[in-house]
């Protein structure tokens, strides 16, 4: 039987970084994943594939909408291939999980596929072609998470999708009605709007990306309200029907007014839930929270002391880059030594365009903690960039401590602020002030001249162009 210093199941960005991490430590490592491509939800049907068709659908839209702006004509009408775009993203998702092949393979890391299971606390089964029993000292589970949905949805996974779905379909929904106005819905509803269809988004809340900054919701909804897509907030979403190709959804508004949505595809985007099916968890004596999530503690550590929990199966943000913190972080753990991840400064990026990107606390927690704060904004409009490109929606708001000026939060929506938020996290993890970034030379000209001009508003209402 093979022995392993460290077995990770699942090879998403928890997994696969924390393989990597352990071999760098010197640990003798293996991964187990079920299906045949590495790099799990994010590089197979999440983060990757979407931002394929979200730059492809923003092509699109360029060429249609803002050429002609631009002074380039095309003689006759622009053509979609859709088949053409789904088939590159397929390429795109294809070039990036070989990629993981490379790395396991140049650090030396065994990778096993089929379902791992536990058969004790240091024993793992793996299903595969055949049937193989590992040893491992330690364990980490990095298991993911799989699209959540409503009691009474059948998801018929042809009409009634998840973003799985979305993202290979075979034709350009008429109508696609989107449940849910969180990352998904936007990003998904924003690229199929974007190539025609028309798209409305049920949202149960008062506002969409409600745990955002509510700035941020007001900016991107009126952004995206231009673009056509429609917003039914405050909707509560009882019954979803299908009948042939016609789908129905049914709300109740805020009046508790019945009202129906009809189109050929729902969109179902209402969060996600962790993934622990057939891993057997019991066998290990590993507890699972009443959520389903891996019960850990501030270490990551299960309540069997070898056995190790990180990313979307644990609490937490359900993102990437979370994941692949704490897969690094557990990695050093194991090796000794004493790492520290400060979960407030983990940054939150919807890829709409606009992109919308946060890092810190938003103004509504900080009224909730009574914590007295300056807020700069700085709208990008201002920006000599910005008229450049034509990008002048959106702004960048910077949030200070009213007495030390530190940096609490930032939160932005405009071009390329998925790229900018980047700044805000470096000025928090130093501890900034407002006024240390405001200081900072900032190249001109750049959308990134929004970050120092906020910082400026903030420090003491002394923005230069605005
Ligand atoms: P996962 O990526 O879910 O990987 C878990 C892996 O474990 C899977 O491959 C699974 O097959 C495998 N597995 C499960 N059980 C077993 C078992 N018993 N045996 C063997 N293998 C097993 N996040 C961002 O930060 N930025 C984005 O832009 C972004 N876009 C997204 C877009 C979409 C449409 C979706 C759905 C998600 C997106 N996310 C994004 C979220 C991101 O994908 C997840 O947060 C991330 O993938 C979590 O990583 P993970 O390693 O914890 O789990
Ligand atoms: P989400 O939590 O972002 O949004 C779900 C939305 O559905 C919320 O606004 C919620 O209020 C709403 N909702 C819940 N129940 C509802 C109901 N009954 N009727 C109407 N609306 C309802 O979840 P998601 O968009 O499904 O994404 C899942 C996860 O994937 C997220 O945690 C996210 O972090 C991750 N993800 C990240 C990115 C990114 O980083 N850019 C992109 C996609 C997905």
Same mark, same amino acid.
């Given at each position: 039987?093979? !022995?392993?210093?460290?077995?990770?199941?699942?090879?998403?960005p928890? @997994?696969?970084?924390?393989a &990597?991490?352990? =071999?760098?430590?010197?640990?003798?490592?293996?991964?187990?994943e079920?299906?045949?491509?590495?790099?799990?939800t994010?590089?197979n049907?999440?983060c *990757?594939?979407?931002k394929?068709?979200?730059?492809s659908?923003?092509h699109y839209?360029?060429?249609?909408?803002?050429?002609?702006?631009?002074? *380039?004509e $095309?003689?006759?009408?622009?053509?979609l291939?859709?088949?053409?775009?789904?088939?590159?993203?397929?390429?795109?998702v294809?070039?990036?999980?070989k990629g &993981?092949?490379?790395?396991m393979?140049?650090?030396? *890391?065994?990778?096993f596929?089929?379902m @791992?299971?536990?058969?004790?606390?240091?024993?793992?089964?793996?299903?595969?072609? !055949?049937?193989?029993? *590992?040893e491992a000292?330690n364990?980490? $589970?990095?298991?993911g998470?799989?699209?959540?949905s409503l009691?009474?949805?059948?998801?018929d996974k042809?009409? &009634?999708?998840?973003?799985?779905?979305?993202?290979?379909?075979?034709?350009?929904?008429k109508?696609m009605?989107?449940?849910?106005?969180?990352?998904i819905g936007l990003?998904?509803?924003q690229?199929?709007r974007?190539?025609?269809?028309?798209?409305?988004?049920?949202?149960?809340?008062?506002?969409?990306?409600?745990?955002?900054?509510?700035a941020?919701?007001? #900016?991107?909804?009126?952004?995206m !309200?231009?673009?056509?897509?429609?917003f039914?907030v405050s909707h509560?979403?009882?019954?979803?029907?299908?009948k042939?190709? #016609?789908?129905?959804?049914?709300a109740?508004?805020?009046?508790?007014?019945?009202?129906?949505f009809?189109?050929d595809?729902c969109?179902?985007?209402?969060?996600?839930? %962790?993934?622990?099916?057939?891993?057997?968890?019991?066998n290990?004596?590993?507890?699972?929270t009443?959520?389903g999530?891996?019960d850990v503690? #501030?270490?990551?550590?299960?309540?069997?002391?070898?056995i190790?929990?990180?990313?979307d199966?644990?609490?937490? =943000?359900m993102?990437?880059?979370?994941?692949?913190?704490?897969?690094s972080?557990?990695?050093? &753990?194991?090796?000794g030594q004493?790492?520290?991840?400060?979960?407030?400064?983990?940054?939150?990026?919807?890829?709409?365009w606009?992109?919308v990107a946060s890092?810190g606390?938003?103004e509504?927690?900080?009224k909730?903690a009574k914590?007295?704060? !300056?807020? @700069?904004?700085f709208?990008?409009?201002a920006?000599?960039?910005?008229r450049?490109?034509?990008?002048t929606? @959106?702004?960048?708001?910077?949030?200070s401590?009213k007495?030390?000026?530190?940096?609490?939060?930032?939160?932005?929506?405009?071009?390329?602020a %998925?790229?900018?938020?980047?700044?805000?996290?470096?000025?928090?993890?130093f501890?900034?002030?407002?006024?240390?970034?405001a200081?900072?030379?900032?190249?001109?000209?750049?959308y %990134?001249?929004?970050?120092?001009? %906020?910082a400026?508003?903030?420090?003491d209402?002394? =923005?230069?162009?605005?």
């Open positions: 039987m093979s !022995k392993y210093d460290v077995a990770v199941i699942g090879s998403g928890g @997994g696969y970084v924390a &990597i991490r352990c =071999a760098q430590l010197g640990m003798k490592t293996a991964i187990i079920k299906y045949n491509t590495l790099g799990g994010c590089l049907v999440g *990757i594939p979407s394929a068709l979200l730059d659908s923003h839209e360029e060429a249609i909408h803002h050429f002609e702006a631009h002074g *380039i $095309i003689p006759g009408e622009v053509k291939n859709f088949k053409k775009m789904i088939e590159r993203k397929a390429a795109v294809d070039q990036t999980t &993981i092949d490379f790395l393979n140049k650090n030396k *890391i065994d990778v596929t089929g @791992g299971s536990f058969k004790d606390a240091t024993h793992i089964t793996i299903d595969g072609e !055949k049937k193989q029993t *590992i000292t364990t980490i $589970i990095a298991t998470s799989k699209p959540a009691p009474f949805i059948e998801l042809d009409r &009634i999708i998840t973003s799985t779905e979305a993202l290979s379909l075979k034709e350009i929904p109508h009605i989107v449940i849910g106005g969180g990352v990003e998904l509803g690229v199929y974007r190539l025609g269809a028309e798209v409305s988004v049920v949202e149960y809340m008062d506002r969409i990306i409600p745990t955002m900054d509510s941020q919701s007001k #900016e991107l909804t009126k952004v !309200k231009k673009q056509g897509v429609k039914y509560k979403v009882s019954a979803v029907a299908k042939g190709k #016609e789908v129905t959804v049914t109740t508004d805020k009046k508790d007014k019945e009202v129906t009809t189109g595809y969109l179902v985007s209402v969060g996600r839930r %962790a993934y622990t099916d057939g891993l057997k968890a019991e290990a004596g590993v507890k699972i009443e959520r999530q891996v503690n #501030e270490h990551l550590q299960t309540n069997v002391k070898n190790y929990a990180i990313g199966v644990v609490r937490g =943000a993102l990437a880059h979370k994941a692949s913190e704490e897969g972080l557990v990695a050093e &753990i194991i090796a004493k790492p520290h991840i400060d979960y407030n400064l983990i940054p939150g990026v919807v890829y709409t606009p992109e890092v606390k938003t509504e927690q900080l909730e914590v007295e704060y !300056k807020s @700069g904004q709208p990008m409009r920006l000599g960039r910005s450049a490109s034509g990008d929606d @959106g702004f960048i708001k910077i949030l401590d007495k030390t000026d530190e940096v609490l939060g930032v939160h932005m929506v405009g071009a390329r %998925a790229d900018l938020i980047a700044e805000a996290v470096v000025a928090m993890e501890r900034a002030s407002a006024e240390d970034i200081r900072m030379s900032h190249a001109h000209p750049t %990134a001249e929004a970050v120092k001009e %906020a400026l508003a903030a420090t209402d002394r =923005a230069l162009h605005i």
